[in-house]
């Protein structure tokens, strides 16, 4: 979990919480909750 969080805390925006509203921050938390986990959509090889 806490390397979850590190990775969330790694964009810049959601560290320093600089949105303005709780629903753009919410909505940065969702999009890179998006990145992190697309990659492991991937087919292995």
């Not at 790694?10 to 709780?22: M, Q, S």
């Amino acid at each position: 979990m806490e390397r979850c969080i590190n990775k969330i805390k790694a964009w810049r925006g959601l560290a320093t919480r600089d949105d303005k509203t709780p629903e753009s921050y919410l909505a940065g938390i969702h999009l890179r909750g998006a990145v992190i986990w697309l990659p492991s959509l991937r087919p292995a090889t």
